[in-house]
C-alpha cells in the first residue's frame, strides 16, 4: 500500500475520516495477512514509512502506525502519507540471557528445582 491519506475532507466530520482511515489501514493488514505463506515463511511483515508526504516519509516500525496517524490528526495534518509494502518474515531465536560472569546460563534442572 502506498497512498496518501486526507484527514480534512470537505462536508466530513475529521473524526470519521479518522476512524474511516484507521479501519482502511487495518483491513489491508488483514487482508494480506491472508495470503498464502511461501515456503519457509513463518509469517507476513511490513516495511512501513510514514511522513506528512512521500519526499518526507521516514522509515518506522510497524507496531508505532496507528499512534503515528493520531499524532498527525492531534497537530492538524491535512494529510499524511503512508507505505506499507508487504515483506516475507522469519523467526529467529532470542539469545540466551547471560549470567555474571558472561557464561550462557543453563536451564535449571526441573528435578533440583522444587
Keep these: ?28 493488514v488483514k487482508r494480506q495477512r491472508r495470503v498464502p505463506l511461501p515456503e519457509g515463511v513463518d509469517f507476513w511483515d511490513f516495511d512501513c514509512r510514514f511522513g506528512s508526504s512521500e ?10 502506525i496507528t499512534a503515528l496517524v493520531d499524532a498527525a490528526a492531534k497537530d492538524g495534518a ?23 560472569e558472561g557464561v550462557e546460563m543453563a536451564d535449571p534442572d526441573p ?3 522444587g
Design 1 to 28: 500500500m502506498k497512498k496518501t491519506f486526507k484527514l480534512t475532507i470537505e462536508g466530513k466530520n475529521r473524526d470519521r475520516v479518522l476512524d474511516a482511515v484507521k479501519h482502511d489501514i487495518r483491513k489491508y
Design 111 to 113: 528435578e533440583a528445582v
Design 78 to 100: 491535512d494529510a499524511f502519507y503512508l507505505e506499507m509494502p508487504a515483506k516475507e518474515g522469519r523467526r529467529t531465536a532470542r539469545p540466551r540471557p547471560l549470567g555474571d
Design 55 to 64: 519526499d518526507t516519509a521516514a522509515v518506522v516500525h510497524f507496531a508505532t
